[in-house]
């Protein structure tokens, strides 16, 4: 055997994980046991994510996606019988020695994390805005946005120019109102549901591949109890806010991917 | 006592971004690739990410943080 593999770190459990059958995903997933702690790996050849391999696949997006959705597949397999960390794609050790030591040297970082999470899901929650469809929703019923459109009726050429400015800004303006109001209320009211809450930078349409616009992007760690309740919220949301432009979008339960910083990288990620 | 729990989910290359290659536990030490190395890497991806931020400025974050307006 002379090709190079390296081990490829996926998460680490505090339970000795159950290792099924991948789906063709990865090669043989296998673990790394440490004092109470078990790191999910499998071998990855050099070439390809490798300094010089990863270099030039990262540069390839149906690689990157291929492998970064199998990344999380995996996670997902694992997860369905014990609480899990999940680690950021691409994390790679030369050997399972030099993983068992970052196990050593982390270890009671990750078991106080485990803990924190025990018991406990990851949801999302990201809402979109058409602006047209919300603008329209509101202009029939503002007061005061009636009363310029009267006012224009009436005018002058001149003044109803004045009007028509003034009155696009009140929409604007209102715009502006209504998504605050639409992001706030939904993230209060399910940060009340959970156990921590997080939001996230909005994602542009490049990658949301949608129509409108992203005006929310959040996170919550929800205790596996309360996640009915936090559905049921949900679907009150929706029902609020559909069909006035907004469209709410809950996915999970997701490793935790956004509740499971190390006390030592805190600075940096707040 | 637990309601049945909708599974909702799907890996799509928003969630990829979002979560896969940007959250997650970040260690650095005897690795043959440091991520700091791979998000610089990133490439294609990177674009994508910077004109994230692009974004957020044109929009004049309209939603900044209820936590920062709550105080």
């Known amino acids: 055997m002379t090709r190079q593999q390296l081990v490829y770190l996926y998460c680490v459990a505090d339970r000795e994980p159950e290792l099924k059958e991948t789906e063709g995903l990865a090669d043989d997933l296998y673990f790394v046991c440490n004092n109470g702690l078990y790191a999910v790996a499998s071998k990855v050849e050099e070439e390809e994510f490798g300094q010089e391999g990863l270099k030039r696949n990262m540069a390839d997006f149906e690689w990157v996606k291929a492998k970064a959705s199998a990344h999380e597949r995996i996670i997902d397999l694992v997860m369905a019988d014990t609480d899990v960390i999940p680690f950021k794609f691409g994390t790679l050790f030369n050997t399972n020695d030099s993983l068992k030591a970052m196990l050593e040297q982390y270890g009671e970082e990750f078991k106080a994390i485990l803990r924190k999470l025990a018991h406990k899901q990851e949801w999302g929650l990201k809402i979109y805005c058409n602006s047209e469809k919300l603008k329209t929703s509101f202009s029939n019923d503002e007061a005061e946005i009636l009363k310029i459109e009267n006012e224009i009726k009436s005018s002058s050429v001149g003044k109803s120019y004045f009007l028509k400015k003034k009155k696009d800004e009140l929409i604007e303006k209102t715009l502006n109102e209504r998504i605050n109001e639409c992001g706030q209320e939904s993230f209060e009211l399910l940060k009340e549901l959970s156990f921590e809450a997080h939001i996230n930078r909005l994602l542009p349409r490049e990658v949301t591949e949608r129509e409108d616009d992203m005006v929310l992007n959040s996170a919550f760690l929800v205790d596996k109890d309360e996640v009915g309740d936090f559905q049921n919220m949900v679907d009150t949301l929706k029902m609020h806010y559909e069909g006035k432009g907004f469209l709410i979008d809950c996915t999970g339960p997701w490793p935790p991917y956004n509740f499971c910083g190390l006390s030592s990288e805190k600075g940096q990620n707040e | ?71």
């Open chain 2, 1 to 71: 006592m637990n309601s049945v729990v909708v599974k909702s989910k799907e890996v799509t290359l928003l969630e990829i971004l979002d979560r896969v290659l940007d959250k997650g536990v970040v260690i650095s030490g005897d690795m043959v690739i440091s991520v700091a190395d791979v998000d610089l890497i990133y490439l294609g991806l990177k674009v994508l990410l910077s004109s994230v931020e692009t974004m957020e400025k044109l929009r004049g974050s309209p939603f900044i943080s209820p936590m920062q307006e709550a105080k």
